[in-house]
């Protein structure tokens, strides 16, 4: 008998894409599903639309509840499902048709906690499925091999923080929830506590999950929400310091690159008007992140030049140098 799967959708303002988002939920060739709307509060039409859904199939369950953010959503889903494995998916975006399958029959097949895909980016093009191509031979890794995506991510390309484009074990969720208060790398966070539960990963190389890439989506990246998810980056920090101290000094590394970056995106890349308090706030994250001798004495040359550069007192320096090569190329 076919295991339960519940697929859990937090909406809020996407009523051009919602129904598109279900229906590809809906037609997914594993058919044992409960599907978790939540309506959190959203201003357009999309709780009209998510009830019309609910009475078309049965497996649709709707839970309407007052704005209180997307972790809150989320969180609603988890308590509410009943399925032996849980999978999440933001309501503009679109699935495979074999996207639960595939996940499913690689957990089953690998014995794996965690199933996760590639995804593709689209806007409003027709979004490509694998169409009965072959499925990927599966990577299979512990807990440290995924969460070293911190410390060098160009260099594991098999994962992503995010919280969809995944199949989880109920068990292994457990009583994880997602943090609260932020609408910007709340994921993040809970991604990283889940990754450091699992006992194996399984990676597969298809791109079942479709990432709508549009102004909305683009605007989740500055600047509010990507200061909130730059200030959870260190409780995910800590948490990795404590259970991985090996590659700690790896993740800070990052955490400065990405400060060093938003920096310059926000001064050309952007067109928000509090320039000035985002860059103050990400500037004051960067004087968190500490660095000892050791750690200095351990870096290679490119690691000191990244550390050096996104030092409040030299950003700017780097900001202007970088913008004068990006003009000439």
């Avoid at 590809?24 to 060739?29: H, L, R, Y």
């Avoid at 074999?98 to 996760?116: F, I, M, Q, S």
């Avoid at 910007?184 to 006992?199: A, R, Y």
């Avoid at 998810?229 to 590659?247: I, K, R, T």
Wanted: glycine share 4%; proline share 5%.
């Amino acid at each position: 008998m076919a295991e339960l799967i519940s697929v859990i959708v937090p909406v809020y303002n996407t009523e051009p894409y919602i129904d598109r988002c279900v229906g590809s939920i809906v037609d997914q060739t594993y058919r044992e599903l409960e599907i978790i709307l939540i309506d959190d509060g959203s201003p357009d039409n999309c709780p009209e639309i998510c009830d019309r859904w609910a009475d078309k199939d049965p497996r649709i369950v709707v839970i309407h509840q007052e704005n209180r953010g997307i972790s809150a959503a989320r969180n609603a889903g988890i308590e509410r499902a009943k399925g032996a494995y849980f999978a999440f998916v933001d309501s503009d975006d679109l699935l495979d048709p074999e996207y639960v399958e595939y996940l499913y029959r690689t957990l089953k097949e690998t014995g794996a906690d965690l199933a996760e895909c590639r995804y593709s980016r689209f806007t409003d093009d027709p979004v490509k499925t694998l169409a009965g191509k072959e499925l990927a031979q599966p990577l299979i890794q512990t807990a440290e091999d995924a969460l070293k995506i911190w410390s060098r991510p160009e260099k594991y390309p098999y994962y992503n923080l995010v919280v969809w484009e995944k199949l989880y074990r109920r068990d292994l969720i457990g009583e994880e929830r997602f943090i609260k208060g932020f609408n910007g790398g709340e994921d993040v966070l809970f991604t990283c506590h889940v990754f450091g539960k699992s006992s194996k990963i399984a990676c597969i190389g298809n791109e079942l999950y479709n990432w709508r890439n549009t102004p909305d989506s683009e605007s989740k990246r500055v600047p509010d929400n990507k200061l909130q998810s730059v200030e959870l980056l260190f409780p995910a920090l800590d948490y990795l310091a404590q259970n991985y101290p090996h590659f700690a000094t790896q993740c800070k590394i990052h955490m400065c690159s990405m400060i060093r970056n938003f920096v310059y995106r926000l001064k050309y890349k952007s067109n928000v008007e509090n320039k000035g308090e985002a860059k103050a706030k990400m500037l004051s994250f960067r004087k968190r992140i500490r660095f000892s001798l050791k750690e200095l004495a351990g870096c290679s040359l490119k690691d000191r030049l990244i550390i050096l550069c996104s030092k409040p007192s030299l950003v700017g320096l780097y900001v202007r140098c970088r913008h004068l090569f990006d003009r000439k190329r």
